[in-house]
């Protein structure tokens, strides 16, 4: 599985940015998704993450502000990102694994896509 994201960038506070991650050759829709995260001098982090049947979980920081999706049709899941703090600035990695389950360890991925840049600055 090649995991490819997209999105990210320099948003100010309380601005909102979206995450794409999108796979080819192979079905995302049999896959768990997750979107981790890691910022300078810390550990990699569970932000969000999405089971083959659309159940979610979310870190207790991003509840409320982000939300992850399935998009089917364009073989991606998506990280919508809202009311966004100086605190998630990060680099955002999504990873899958073919499982029916709702992973949320870091351990738990075998996939994963390149990275992208998430800056929360004024």
């Known amino acids: 599985l090649h995991l490819v994201q997209s999105g990210g960038g320099l948003v100010q506070p309380g601005g909102s940015l979206k995450l794409s991650c999108a796979a080819s050759g192979l079905s995302l829709d049999t896959y768990a998704i997750g979107w981790f995260r890691q910022a300078p001098g810390k550990e990699r982090e569970g932000v969000s993450c999405?089971?083959?049947?659309?159940?979610?979980d979310y870190v207790d920081s991003v509840k409320g502000r982000f939300t992850i999706s399935r998009d089917n049709a364009k073989n991606s899941v998506i990280l919508q990102m809202n009311s966004l703090k100086p605190e998630d600035t990060a680099v955002y990695y999504c990873?899958?694994?073919?499982?029916?389950?709702?992973?949320?360890?870091?351990?738990?991925?075998?996939?994963w896509g390149q990275g992208t840049q998430v800056t929360v600055s004024s």
């Open positions: 999405i089971s083959s049947d659309g159940s979610a």
């Open positions: 990873a899958g694994r073919f499982s029916s389950r709702i992973l949320t360890g870091r351990n738990d991925y075998q996939y």
